[in-house]
């Protein structure tokens, strides 16, 4: 049936009647964009009643997993449980298709319709590769095998019926006869449709490209099989005639750029050309079509990326491509950045997305790297725009993962808001693993899984984690990089964790790197902890960690009676009895030696003896003063004892970014 | 096996470490197969590669240990136990006081609980499923072919000891008892004296041979509870003493006081040390009378420049014992024949 929708829901109960007639047809709805179809498939659904799923692709990448979401959600509404799989380690795409499936095949002879809307979304999304494209297709091929009604809603006529579902060929001479829908074409458009009812059956796409072969003079006797088919006759017309040449050239420039175009945009991209072509009618009626922008069908794109060999020769300058990638990359990148100022993230992820396609025709890596540091990725927007709100966050990077299970910035994402919830340490080390995996140099998730590690309880796995990155990272970083963004993070996180002997390793890794103020600072920080743990603290905070017996703070050479400082006790008060102080001291002889750490000892003197010694005033509570004691002369008879009260400032330990308890709190 | 000796199968082995920087007890219970604890933990190095010494003495023997207690929340007992728990995360027990600090009334208790290394044993443990924790208030496990039972603290004590304000850590650390064929063998933990007053299994303590001495020796520590009585029990005399020495203030063990060493070999003839905690001149090692120790210390007091006479007597000068020469192992059998041996730092004190 064919239903061009006058009223929605006339045309969705004409739907309703044919999908649950006691010899139902696939069937499909179509219409140009905005008349409703998928307003008619939900009243077909209404009409039909309980055994129906409606599910309706979004414009995006997510939009097979949201399908497929809504798909399970559908069939459970219905009663239909899932059933469990047995391979609990396989991929969690295929794992809920296969699930998908097992219902499917228990329904075998049950009613049940499913309505799809925007399956020419699934379609490009399937063409265009990768993980995105992969979902896309399984899911097309799982309603195909077992779906045999499926509701298919299309938009402007022009997409391909191959390798979807079966559906009616609809009779669109009305389509072609309508002057007003092709302008200056309107006789051409009128000769097709002259060629017989065949030829008003053939696929929207293959007759738009059929009016422009009759405009050029060359409509073939037989129609062509496929519309690639079609294109390829078309795109040889184009090219080997010079009035055309312009508009061939109009078609490779809008093939190198993925999703819709506005009209500023096709402005810029075709600004090169000669003037005119922008409002051709061959191309604005013929190769692109109208919805939420300008738009090219995939089967026009695949015969850029493989012309004919007719045309090989007539093909665009690479440094033609180049300038005209530029230009619009920066077109694209300004408007990304300006729709993502009004808050509006969905476009600017367009946006972005088309960017960067524009940077894959002007050949450029740096752009590519501008648009990493100035635009954030959308997957991190999405996560960025929902962080309150941890759940829906780590959402949000499922879905990204389920896209593309090598995204390494929805993985990073999903890594951060796990950790971030401190639930489950194991599966954070998996996904920053993943992580590093992928992008051994993402110096900043080298440094988390080391945290997440100490975190968990597990130094020995923190330590080896360090050494796969310094050895990874070692000759792919400069030094002074490598100790400021891998070993400096490292030593805080460990110091702060307890783990010293790898705050020790790290520290000494980056001591290297001279110029770094603070890895020199964390390394004396580290020594300083592990001289007060083993050795004891005689000296205050800041000066922990160096050799600090070559020399009192306070001190002086010689004292008033100009005898020198012969040896010095650097000491620090521990208890205060019975007025009586015990001291714990490093009793060091004068000349020090640098590689000899002072004897130490305890002793116990009179709190009176001590006020009478000191220079300064001794302050109250006395436990843990830091004292120089020095010794001149003999100290005795022939010389004199001295005590000064050195005030320091504490050295606080880092601020971790994260608490090191968070994955107590939850197991407690 | 060359550092320790062959270890007898059909014997209770009780491996005391330290001091490197700090204490840690390996026990092998006999049994099919045999139970292996380990009872705190210390590193012999904090920088770089630093090696936690019981998990060396278990690659050593080939062992796994079935359970893993950290009696208390000080650095000398607590530095490496994180590596242990990792190690063995998926295998043992591991025992300690599950406590919420913020309900402890002891600041003392508190921040030690917080101290770096003490709060990585701490957070290793108590992320591990409660399948594999023991909370040491009460209780008694399998070892090998015989127990481990909890003496301090009960229950009930802890719930009294978290209300005081002034107490340390070691007044809620963790003594257990080993029992096997009628044997028993008290590890004290750091337990001072207080504690073992309240200890409702005092009269089965005082039988326990050899005994891991409490809190290093210290004269807080001593109670005839656990050290018996030598005039109402002659055997006593026999019983073996075991102790590492506490390298800081105060030097532990006591070997001035009267509740200290002295008190302690008033009870029996010898008390076995892992090493001496100061320098002595000549080096003290072997079988040595208390007397004689105290000389030695003297000794190496007055091979030091004097300070001048203001600033007081001072203590021997400090040493680090390297861990490798710095361990006991008592084998007992199910005779009751204790057999004790130590490493080149060990001494055997006397009185």
Redo the contacts between chains.
């Keep these: 049936m064919t239903a061009l929708l006058a009223e929605v829901e006339t045309g969705g109960e004409r739907l309703a009647e044919s999908l649950s007639s006691s010899h139902p047809k696939p069937t499909t709805v179509v219409g140009p964009a905005g008349t409703g179809k998928s307003a008619a498939l939900r009243h077909a659904r209404r009409c039909i009643g309980g055994h129906t799923v409606l599910l309706e692709a979004t414009d995006d990448n997510l939009a097979p997993v949201a399908l497929l979401d809504g798909l399970v959600a559908g069939l459970v509404a219905l009663g239909h449980r899932l059933p469990a799989t047995d391979d609990a380690d396989s991929d969690a795409w295929d794992d809920r298709v296969r699930r998908c499936e097992g219902v499917f095949r228990d329904l075998a002879g049950e009613e049940l319709v499913v309505l799809l809307s925007g399956v020419e979304r699934l379609e490009r999304l399937a063409s265009g590769g990768g993980a995105p494209g992969r979902h896309a297709g399984d899911l097309m091929s799982l309603l195909q095998r077992n779906v045999p009604r499926l509701g298919v809603s299309r938009t402007a006529g022009g997409s391909s019926t191959e390798g979807t579902v079966a559906i009616e060929r609809h009779d669109l001479g009305h389509w072609l006869v309508d002057d007003e829908a092709w302008g200056a074409l309107a006789p051409a458009a009128s000769a097709v449709a002259g060629r017989g009812v065949a030829w008003r059956r053939l696929p929207a796409l293959t007759l738009r490209l059929l009016v422009a072969l009759a405009d050029l003079g060359a409509l073939p006797d037989v129609p062509p099989s496929t519309p690639l088919e079609t294109g390829r006759m078309l795109a040889v017309e184009m090219a080997t005639r010079r009035a055309t040449r312009p508009t061939w050239a109009a078609w490779q420039l809008v093939a190198g750029l993925r999703g819709q175009l506005d009209d500023s945009a096709l402005d810029v991209l075709l600004s090169d050309l000669p003037a005119g072509v922008r409002d051709e009618e061959l191309l604005t009626r013929c190769l692109l079509f109208r919805h939420d922008g300008w738009r090219m069908h995939p089967s026009l794109r695949e015969v850029v990326r493989n012309p004919p060999s007719a045309v090989g020769r007539l093909m665009l300058p690479p440094d033609f491509l180049r300038e005209a990638g530029r230009r619009t990359f920066e077109h694209f990148h300004k408007e990304a950045l300006r729709l993502r100022a009004d808050g509006d993230p969905r476009a600017a992820a367009a946006a972005r997305a088309a960017a960067l396609d524009a940077c894959a025709m002007a050949g450029d890596d740096a752009l590519v790297e501008r648009v990493d540091e100035e635009l954030p990725d959308p997957y991190d927007h999405v996560g960025s725009r929902v962080a309150s709100e941890p759940n829906r966050s780590r959402l949000a990077y499922e879905h990204a993962c389920l896209v593309d299970e090598d995204d390494a910035t929805a993985l990073r994402g999903l890594a951060d808001a796990e950790d971030g919830e401190g639930i489950d340490?194991a599966k954070v080390e998996r996904l920053l693993r993943h992580v590093v995996a992928l992008e051994p140099r993402d110096v900043g998730s080298h440094v988390r899984l080391v945290g997440v590690l100490?975190?968990?309880?597990?130094?020995?796995?923190a330590g080896e984690a360090f050494d796969d990155a310094l050895r990874g990272l070692s000759g792919v970083l400069e030094e002074e990089e490598l100790a400021r963004r891998l070993c400096v993070p490292v030593v805080r996180v460990a110091?702060?964790?307890?783990?010293?002997?790898l705050a020790?390793?790290a520290a000494?890794a980056a001591r290297g790197a001279l110029g770094v103020e603070e890895a020199q600072e964390l390394n004396r920080l580290v020594e300083g902890?592990?001289e007060t743990?083993?050795?004891?603290e005689f000296v205050t905070d800041d000066r922990l960690g160096t050799r600090w017996w070559m020399a009192p703070e306070l001190l002086s050479d010689f004292d008033v009676e100009h005898r020198p400082l012969s040896?010095w006790?650097a000491a620090r008060v521990?208890t205060v009895e019975d007025e009586a102080a015990?001291i714990?001291?490093a009793?060091i002889?004068l000349p020090a030696v640098p590689d000899q750490r002072p004897?130490?000892?305890?002793?116990?003197?009179a709190l009176a003896?001590l006020r009478r010694?000191s220079l300064d005033e001794l302050p109250d509570p006395l436990p843990g003063t830091i004292l120089e004691?020095g010794?001149y002369g003999?100290?005795?008879q022939r010389?004199s004892?001295i005590v000064r009260v050195v005030r320091g400032e504490p050295v606080r330990?880092p601020e971790p970014g994260l608490s090191?308890?968070r994955?107590?709190r939850k197991?407690? | 096996v060359t550092r320790f000796g062959k270890l007898e199968p059909d014997r209770l082995q009780v491996l005391l470490l330290g001091p490197g920087f700090g204490e840690s007890v390996v026990v092998r219970v006999p049994g099919d197969p045999p139970g292996w604890m380990v009872v705190d933990s210390l590193l012999s190095d904090r920088r770089g590669e630093a090696q936690c010494a019981p998990l060396d003495v278990l690659d050593h023997f080939g062992a796994e240990p079935d359970l893993v207690l950290l009696t208390h929340a000080h650095a000398d007992h607590a530095g490496g136990m994180a590596s242990i728990v990792e190690r063995f995360r998926e295998r043992s027990a591991f025992g300690t006081l599950d406590l919420d600090v913020s309900t402890v009334a002891s600041a003392r208790v508190r921040e030690a609980a917080q101290a770096t290394e003490a709060r990585a044993a701490l957070r290793a443990i108590a992320q591990l499923p409660s399948s594999r924790r023991w909370d040491l208030h009460g209780g008694t496990r399998p070892l090998g072919d015989g127990t481990v039972t909890v003496a301090h603290p009960s229950s009930t004590r802890l719930e009294e000891l978290l209300k005081m304000s002034s107490i340390g850590p070691n007044r809620v650390s963790s003594a257990v008892v080993v029992e096997w064929r009628g044997r028993s063998v008290l590890l004290g933990a750091d337990l001072e004296r207080p504690e073992w007053a309240s200890l409702l299994t005092a009269d089965r303590l005082c039988v326990c041979d050899p005994v891991k001495v409490p809190h290093h020796g210290s004269a807080g520590a001593f109670d005839k509870r656990w050290a018996g009585d030598r005039v109402s029990d002659p055997g006593n005399a026999q019983r073996r003493m075991l102790l590492t020495p506490f390298d800081r203030h105060p030097k532990l063990p006591d070997v001035d006081d009267a509740n200290g060493l002295a008190g302690l070999l008033r009870e029996v003839d010898a008390v076995h040390l892992t090493s001496v905690s100061f320098q002595t001149s000549p080096t003290a090692n072997g079988t040595l009378s208390i007397r004689e120790l105290r000389r030695a210390r003297d000794a190496a007091k007055t091979n030091r420049t004097p300070l001048p006479p203001v600033l007081g007597t001072p203590t021997a000068s400090q040493v680090t014992t390297n861990v490798k020469d710095a361990w006991l192992l008592a084998e007992l059998g199910a005779n009751g024949v204790c057999i004790v041996r130590g490493g080149a730092a060990h001494v055997s004190l006397t009185r």
């Design positions: 340490a100490l975190a968990a309880g597990r130094p020995h796995a110091v702060v964790a307890g783990d010293l002997p020790s390793r000494v902890l592990v743990l083993e050795y004891g040896r006790l521990d015990t714990h001291y009793d002889l004897e130490r000892a305890w002793t116990t003197l003896d010694m004691v010794v003999d100290g005795a010389g004892t330990l090191l308890d994955y107590v197991a407690a």
